[in-house]
């Protein structure tokens, strides 16, 4: 027999087929054992469980039929008066003895992920997520006795989200995992860690714009509903994206990436001779006369401008497949810079 909590609580056998439990008190029975399965709970605990304070004095009779009436559903194929296999007598209560729980089934699955690779991690993770089917205990989601469980369930939950996503990162498919983070920060818009994560897939997709907009959106809700700051995980992640931080490890769509100019350098020009010994004085040459005036030169090309100069080699740059001398990959915009003599 398998039991489910993470939903409304049902107990199906081998076949899938769904066990007849009964009216709300004979649930509310079998949740109080499931809360800590494995564990013995004692009569005043179900008691209080059914009745709150003020238990009626035919209470204790009414818990014993509803044991029955469960051992009878849990185990349909029992023998009468034999002894039962699963909800067992034991001072100074009664015992749940299985685990075969889908609650605890899934803590151990996440646990699992957190020693496991990337991909070995994300299957134990879908299967853990595979296990919910809603609220957590759902019609006894308010009872005392299931608060602090139900808080802990859905706080692993939100965990194995935040770890499915940062497997997918790590495989490099952050497109897979962008709506199930935008559904995830709408349920639980005070928690950082899914704007970051959030913001880094869209980053990654090459989204920069709205990977901002996403934490400056959580920075507003912050500051609105609870008066408070960003943290520094959602601050620094900000100032990275800002500033495309090699941190990120940002794997951008080809669409997204920044052209590549390649540019060969002009060979360095060879070095002048070495000056020799100079020639030993002659006598001065006899003035002759002056030379007729000539027309005027015609004037010599310009000198280059270096920033003309890189413009107008950048198109035999980029239609260049290669060549001789070192070469230099310029990511972004062409920035051409000259040290002047």
Do not use: K
Not at 44 to 54: N, R, S
Not at 298 to 319: D, Q, T, V
């Amino acid at each position: 027999m398998e039991f489910r909590v993470l939903g409304p609580v049902e107990a199906r056998d081998d076949t899938g087929r769904a066990a007849a439990l009964g009216g709300p008190r004979p649930r509310t029975v079998l949740a109080r054992l499931l809360a800590v399965p494995g564990a013995v709970v004692s009569t005043d605990a179900l008691l209080h469980a059914l009745y709150g304070d003020m238990p009626p004095p035919s209470a204790l009779p009414s818990l014993h039929s509803y044991v029955s009436h469960l051992r009878r559903a849990l185990e349909p194929g029992r023998r009468p008066r034999s002894r039962p296999a699963l909800l067992v007598s034991r001072p100074p209560g009664y015992l749940l003895a299985t685990e075969q729980v889908d609650a605890v089934r899934f803590t151990a699955l996440v646990d699992q992920a957190e020693r496991q690779p990337p991909r070995a991690a994300l299957a134990c993770l879908e299967e853990a997520l595979h296990l919910w089917r809603g609220q957590p205990y759902a019609e006894f989601d308010d009872q005392p006795w299931a608060v602090a469980e139900v808080r802990r369930l859905n706080e692993s939950r939100l965990v194995a989200v935040e770890r499915h996503a940062r497997a997918l990162l790590a495989l490099r498919r952050p497109d897979a995992v962008i709506a199930t983070l935008e559904a995830e920060t709408t349920a639980n818009p005070l928690r950082e860690r899914l704007w970051c994560l959030l913001a880094l897939s869209l980053y990654r997709t090459g989204r920069q714009a709205e990977a901002l907009g996403v934490l400056r959106r959580a920075g507003r809700l912050l500051a609105d509903q609870l008066g408070l700051d960003p943290g520094p995980e959602l601050r620094a992640l900000e100032r990275d994206i800002l500033h495309h931080a090699d941190t990120l490890g940002a794997d951008l769509h080809p669409a997204a990436e920044h052209d590549t100019v390649t540019l060969t350098p002009a060979p360095a020009p060879a070095p002048a001779p070495a000056p020799g010994p100079a020639p030993a004085p002659g006598p001065a040459p006899a003035p002759g006369p002056a030379p007729a005036p000539g027309p005027a030169p015609a004037p010599g090309p310009a000198p280059a401008s270096p920033l003309r100069e890189c413009a107008l080699r950048r198109p035999a740059a980029l239609r260049r497949a290669g060549g001789a001398g070192p070469e230099l990959s310029v990511r972004g915009r062409t920035v051409c810079r000259w040290r002047h003599p």
